[in-house]
């Protein structure tokens, strides 16, 4: 079983900085490709990031490429989002999910966490 756990959400300025993380319960992890998602009020649940089980690929949405990074630590089981140059558009629950392989649809994850909130202010 893979759970993950997202942390690191909070209200930030617009131009600040978050990191956030997701912890993945399993002796699994590494084999798991890992997306971001997020879903603003009202919105549909959108990709944000995605990266394979090695690190060595990574892909993003065209609203957060080159502000946003993923990365991951296979020896820690979790995997980040550095967010710089954040704007108000930005803000909505972010989403960790996991699968096998690398893939940009919401519907192809089969495990996903609860959530964190990002607030960013004007």
């Known amino acids: 079983q893979v759970q993950p756990v997202e942390s690191g959400g909070g209200l930030v300025q617009a131009g600040g900085s978050l990191r956030l993380s997701c912890a993945v319960s399993?002796?699994?992890?590494?084999?798991?490709?890992m997306g971001w998602f997020r879903q603003a009020p009202g919105k549909e649940r959108e990709f944000v990031a995605t990266i394979d089980w090695s690190g060595g690929t990574t892909l993003y949405a065209d609203s957060v490429k080159g502000r946003f990074t993923i990365s991951r630590d296979n020896t820690k089981n979790t995997v980040y989002l550095q967010m710089n140059s954040l704007k108000p558009e930005d803000t909505a629950v972010y989403y960790c999910?996991?699968?096998?392989?690398?893939?940009?649809?919401?519907?192809?994850?089969?495990?996903w966490g609860q959530g964190t909130h990002v607030t960013v202010s004007s």
């Open positions: 999910a996991a699968r096998i392989t690398i893939a940009l649809r919401a519907l192809d994850y089969e495990y």
């Open positions: 399993g002796r699994t992890f590494s084999s798991y490709a």
